[in-house]
């Protein structure tokens, strides 16, 4: 079911995005570069209101830049499109369809037939492990467990890149390392290329390639930083330990 031909390279040009609050322009993104490799993993942090969320949306194309140049595989991006998903810190599953109708809807709609669409569900139901829920309501779910259903339900359209805003912020710690557990997982066979923005720095080191550190003071320059460390990540080994110290003292934090 993995596709293998998938690319998924983001280049970030200039990129400059502001909001006008309170008659004031504030000026959020400015002169952004970047560049995404095919399947790599990248990490967004920064203090609240650093635009993470607004360069997510940006590349989800739910959101105009002001000036500057994005591009897919080459192509602008310009509003939505298929070979990316989207997925919240809620999930926002539709009350009146199963785990399985919820994670196959995304399909229906696209004129895949509904056997082929349900098939193609469950694969990606059984991936999160939730096999034995194909057929549960989501008021029936844990939290995680819906957040689950939710990354199905962007893994069945098979995207060519996932954006995640803080997917696990809103589940319990001991939840979350589980579930950060499964992404890498994920990510790993998918061979998908991920951008995902978190406030947990370690959550940041145990995913990423690399963590990108969005500056909030206005003369501040992003950040860019090489995780180099094999997989599956130890959280207590002690380069683990000496990146974590390394993002901390980003943040003025020891
Ligand atoms: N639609 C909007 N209209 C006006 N201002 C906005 C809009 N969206 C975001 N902003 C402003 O842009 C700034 C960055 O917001 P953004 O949501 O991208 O931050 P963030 O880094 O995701 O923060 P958090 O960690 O709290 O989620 C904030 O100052 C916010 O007030
Ligand atoms: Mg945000």
Redesign the pocket.
Known sequence: MTSTNRSGEVSIRDLCKS?V?GGRP?A?LRTLNLDISSGECLVIV?A???????LLRILAGLESADSGDVAIDGRPVSGVGAERAVIFQEPRLLPWLTVLGNVAFGLEIRGVPKREAEERARFYIALVGLAEFSDAWPSQLSGGMAQRVGIARALTVQPEILLLDEPLGALDAMTKIGMQEELARVWSEENVTMVM?T?DLEEAIYLADRVLILPKEKDGKARLIDIDLPRPRGRSESRFVRYREELLHEFGLH
């Open positions: 909001f609050i504030l959020v920064g609240s209101g650093s635009g993470k969320t607004t923005v406030h």
